[in-house]
């Protein structure tokens, strides 16, 4: 079958020649003997020559290992893959060799709302992790112990990281506007010796004081010997330690090289049901993915690169790909709607950004608001946009041509807090396809399987990766037998990652994200993921946001309810219910009209922005609403009270 979607960009005969892609596929042929007639093919061989991809990866990324390995990968399983053993390496080392070079450029720029605009060096960022992890040294922090801290997106997370990750300690983050439960129910598992918060911040210009919050937090983390606090609101708390004390000391950076998979950070899953899941990275597997990922983004050294994100998200994490590669990442910690829309992109634009990247939300809801960034603004040196935290609909493509620059390269990506990293990405020297992800990731063995474990193309088949990645789970903290990480990826398929999420792989190689396949629509035989019925709902006017569950009861026809946030001054009247299905019948199908539409006034989601299908849908089957959420994971929790009424009306 034809592909349909309509190609939006395609890159230069320069913009190829100099792709860094094409510089890794000119060292293959020049020092592997390699030659690939298209990106498929160097795909195929990347994920069947496992250890000639990843031990290329490494020598054209100068990952600077202190001990060599004694093999790649003894043996091809997941779980329990064993990568590089023998080897000896540590992320901090890596993203701080490049103080050696360059001193004196400039390496992170941050736009705060509480702190205004401040510059690092190479220099003074190490220099400062130097002290920091000298501090640590002292307080007892040695291999293996867990340092958390509850602070925003600013270079002091940075820093605490990169000290803790210096001296073989554990790092955990979350942001801090997450709450008390959510937090104690990260931090509380994995047991942490040193905590680290600011105690308030201003967000869309007002002033948030935490120190009540979090300082209960800290009082409920018996394993607790030191707090660390960076005062912005009031004087420092009795028995806690100044973070501006810790900064200035006068010291060599002192790495300890750790074993290849050796845990560098603990993330979490959403947490949106029971208590979150802590997943343990290991240093050597995150650096290789980030090179990786550097290569499908085309990050160097004279890239200037912004995500914009909390500090609760893996994109957080994901952020530090692009230093590793010398390149200056600007950090934005502050309300993205204020005083309106367009600061973010004044951002872009003042920073003279060459990569940034947002949550498909952030894109959709500048497409909603009506504005043109490119009316007011100059994007003289953006080269790429990203995307990902959930599908970007083909409008949300063409929202970017059209109002910010109609020559950048989109290349929205798809992966997960689970492996620290993307099952799919861009490629600079591909063409764009509306709606449509560029291409599968080298050394990622995705694949769409059916119920049955055949692989499919053209139609939505759930994603998948057959063969391991060296990011992939270490394990769960805790998790003494594996048995919560084997349920949690590997219980469908035998060997297989099941990764949870709907995906249509194209005749080219290209993909398409549908959604969650754990809250799949499937009305009368037919499957869908959700994000079709969304692009068509909220592709009018009337409609700001939306959310839709099937409801499949045994011995009963399935019941599917669409829940929708409506613009100001909007009532949902029989006139618009009539023109949202109309829409549904339109854009996808008069098989997927919902039976009931309701309006509601948010639509909850987690903290990452991601909409909250499956516990709504275990809340509408009879589930206990105490049991179907964790409150303290989703960014708007009153939100649901509307959904637990309309669950006792229909009970």
Known sequence: MTNQRPILWTPSADRIANARITRFTDWLAENRDLEFFDYNGLWEWSISDLEGFWTAIAEVFDIRFGRKWDAVLPERKMPGADWFPGATVNFADQILRHAEDKPDATAVILQSETFGRTELTWAELAAQVASVASHLREMGVTKGDRVVAVLPNTPQALIAFLATASIGAIWSLCAPDMGHVAILDRFRQIEPKVMIWQDGYIHAGKQIDRRDVIEAIASELPSLEHRIVLPVVADLPAGAVDWNSLTSRKTDLNVEMVEFSHPIWIVYSSGT?????????????????????????????????????????????????????????????????????????????????????????????????????????????????????????????????????????????????????????????????????????????????????????????ELVCTEPLPSMPLYFWGDEDGSRLHDSYFDTYPGVWRHGDWIEITEEGGSVIYGRSDATINRRGLRLGSSEIYRAVEGLDEVQDSLVVDLEFLGRDSFMPLFVTLSEGVTLDDALKGKINAAIRAGVSARFLPDEIVEVAEIPRTLSGKKLEVPVKKLLLGGDWEKVVNRDSMANPDSFDAFIAYADSRA
């Not at 500090?311 to 010398?326: E, H, K, P, T, V």
């Not at 005083?339 to 950004?353: G, I």
């Not at 498909?360 to 040196?381: E, M, N």
Request: a negative charge.
């Open 273 to 461: 049901t029971g208590n979150p899941k802590p997943i343990v990275h290991g240093h050597g597997g995150v650096l290789l993915e980030g090179a990786k990922q550097a290569l499908h983004q085309d990050l160097g050294p004279c890239s200037r690169y912004s995500w914009m994100t909390s500090s609760g998200w893996i994109m957080w994490n994901s952020q530090w790909s692009a230093l590793s590669q010398g390149a200056v990442v600007a950090m934005f910690d502050g309300a993205p709607n204020h005083p309106d829309l367009l600061e973010v992109w004044r951002f872009v634009a003042r920073e003279k950004l060459t990569y940034f990247g947002a949550g498909a939300a952030f894109f959709t809801g500048c497409q909603k608001a009506g504005i043109v960034p490119r009316d007011t603004l100059y994007f003289s040196a953006l080269d790429a946009v990203g995307s990902t935290g959930s599908p970007l609909s083909q409008e949300g493509y063409d929202w970017i041509y059209g109002a910010v620059r109609p020559d950048v390269w989109l290349a929205p990506i798809s992966g997960g807090t689970d492996l620290a990293g993307a099952f799919v990405l861009g490629n600079p020297t591909l063409p764009v396809r509306a709606g449509e992800m560029q291409c599968r990731a080298l050394g990622n063995a995705v694949r769409a399987f059916d119920d049955m474990g055949n692989e499919l193309f053209g139609e939505v088949g």
